[in-house]
């Protein structure tokens, strides 16, 4: 397939447009995260202590943000062109992650409390389904072959099984607010691991069903 534009669409300049605006919303999501961090008036350990949950949420949150952003820059560099569906699934994405940092504010002032805790898996699985969106856009849009399909099924796989442990997080929330956290801690994990145990597993899958 050619990576030539059609016509009337960009080419890789304006995929380039499109990964610096991305790149500055990033940015911005990332400040606002890092002004919730407001340190206490009063002097002492014992007082800074007490920041714990708001430091959890905004680390745990920053890893996200670095996971989406990193993925974000991989997988531009699949596309060839700009597209209406490009354009759109890629505000969607930018639209959840903005709301991140109210969700990661919330999530520390009120001390990882249930309703806090559904309210951030809610909003770590709306930015997951809009990545998938773009993907697939990309994946049908951009570059073809062997190499860049490896690439589409891996990342998709991914994807897949992160949304699954954030819709898990759901209800074992209800059993405990750090059961809902730690499935998110394990989506975190996942996408820290380039060719993981998901990967593998799913590969041996494959090739025994071909089998």
Not at 17 to 28: K, L, M, N, T
Not at 29 to 41: A, G, K, W
Not at 73 to 81: D, E, N, Q, S
Not at 142 to 170: D, N, T, V, W
């Amino acid at each position: 397939m050619s990576d030539a534009a059609p016509s009337g669409e960009e080419g890789r300049p304006g995929i380039g447009r499109v990964e610096a605006f991305s790149d500055g919303v990033v940015a911005i999501i990332v400040t606002i995260m890092v002004l919730e961090l407001h340190p206490p008036v009063s002097e002492g350990m014992d007082k800074l202590w007490t920041l714990w949950p708001v430091f959890l949420a905004y680390v745990l949150s920053y890893a996200y943000v670095a996971i989406y952003w990193a993925n974000h820059h991989r997988l531009f560099t699949h596309a060839t062109h700009v597209t209406n569906s490009l354009i759109w699934s890629n505000i969607l994405l930018l639209f959840a992650l903005s709301l991140v940092p109210f969700s990661t504010a919330y999530l520390g002032e009120h001390h990882f409390s249930r309703e806090a805790t559904l309210l951030y898996l809610a909003t770590m699985l709306l930015p997951s389904l809009a990545y998938m969106w773009l993907q697939s856009v990309i994946r049908r849009t951009g570059k073809q072959g062997p190499a860049a399909e490896a690439y589409y099924r891996s990342y998709s796989r991914k994807g897949r099984f992160a949304g699954l442990l954030y819709l898990a997080g759901i209800p074992l929330t209800f059993l405990s607010p750090w059961l809902g956290i730690a499935c998110a801690g394990l989506v975190a994990i996942l996408w820290f691991l380039p060719e993981g145990p998901v990967d593998r597993l799913f590969e041996g899958r494959a090739g025994h069903k071909a089998a």
